[in-house]
Nanobody, 126 residues
Framework: VQLQASGGGLVQAGDSLRLSCADS????????MAWFRQAPGKEREYVAA????????DYADSVKGRFTISRDNTKNTLDLQMNSLKPEDTAVYYC????????????????????WGQGTEVTVSS
């Protein structure tokens, strides 16, 4: 698995942005995927996760209703549509993949993710 995140940028509050994460490997559908983010001076935090087949999704309370995670296993891509962006969404966003554990109880555990993208920076100005 080799993850490459893209799509970050500088936007204004209320704008939308779509992040993408591409996997150049062959077993993308074997992993459940997630987005995490890390703001300056803060710890990395969970954003959203999606089941192997996309049947289930999960969101942090801070982004629920504004962000949508999706995946296309035919293209080996993971997306994060971010709407109604707020200055507090400013962070470096990382995509991650894991093949172990049950989605239901391990999706938010960053320590269990085996593969990470390099991060893409999102800055939301007020």
């Amino acid at each position: 698995v080799q993850l490459q995140a893209s799509g970050g940028g500088l936007v204004q509050a209320g704008d939308s942005l779509r992040l993408s994460c591409a996997d150049s490997g062959r077993s993308f559908s074997s992993y459940f995927m997630a987005w995490f983010r890390q703001a300056p001076g803060k710890e990395r935090e969970y954003v959203a996760a999606i089941h192997w087949l996309g049947r289930s999704t999960d969101y942090a309370d801070s982004v629920k209703g504004r962000f949508t995670i999706s995946r296309d296993n035919t293209k080996n891509t993971l997306d994060l549509q971010m709407n109604s962006l707020k200055p507090e969404d400013t962070a470096v966003y990382y995509c991650a993949a894991r093949s172990t554990g049950y989605f239901s109880d391990s999706r938010r555990d960053s320590g269990g993710y085996e593969y990470w993208g390099q991060g893409t920076e999102v800055t939301v100005s007020s």
